[in-house]
Structures are given as C-alpha cells and as structure tokens.
C-alpha cells in the first residue's frame, strides 16, 4: 500500500558528505513522521533522524551538528544531509514513513535500506 524507495548511499571516505533521499508512495492520504534509522552489523537499530509534518526534527546526539534532516510535503520526501561522516557511521539506512492511508487506516513503513560505508 506504501512504497519508500531511498537513493543516494555508497562508499565515502571519512569527513566526507553523502545525501540520502525517500520518496513515499501509494495509497497515502496523509504523513506525519518521516525519518531515517540505521543497522550496522551486529548493532541494535537505533534513530537517525526524524522529521515531522509541521517540520520539527529529532536527531540522534551521534549526529547533531553533521547531519540535517529535511521534507518536501508536496513531494512526500525526505531527505539525510550527512556531512563529516566517520566510520562508525557506517550502516545500512532505511527510511521510515508513517501517516494516514487513504482508506483511513494508520501506517508505518520501512524502506528497504541504502548501504553508507564511510572508510578511514
């Protein structure tokens, strides 16, 4: 019913930049919450980044400062500035999107996740 497609991941060396993008589609009536989490192998999941309909954002204290979280609500996307990249940053991102379907239901959906490698 949701689609969350993400681009933009990759190899990069340390102090480096990447940009992450996800779009949202389907059958969506509404967005509340767009945002980013992250898995490195053999680590629990933890929250990136999180941006909210009205534009209020949430960072994880690993990223304040070097990362910047920001929405296009016409475009239902979001987007991960990620500058100063280190190698812990190194994980797989997935874009999370939740919101209203059009039948009225709530949903919460996860894309599938883009790989960052930051080298040293």
């Known amino acids: 019913q949701v689609q969350l497609v993400e681009s933009g991941g990759g190899l990069v060396q340390a102090g480096g930049s990447l940009r992450l993008s996800c779009a949202a589609s389907?059958?969506?009536?509404?967005?509340?919450?767009m945002g980013w989490y992250r898995q490195a192998p053999g680590k629990e999941r933890e929250l990136v980044a999180v941006i909210t309909s009205g534009g209020s954002t949430n960072y994880a204290d690993s990223v304040k400062g070097r990362f910047t979280i920001s929405r296009d609500n016409a475009k239902n996307t979001v987007s991960l500035q990620m500058n100063s990249l280190k190698p812990e940053d190194t994980a797989v991102y997935h874009c999370t999107s939740s919101g209203i379907l059009t039948s009225g239901g709530h949903y919460d959906y996860w894309g599938q996740g883009t790989q960052v490698t930051v080298s040293s």
């Open positions: 389907g059958s969506i009536f509404s967005i509340n919450d």
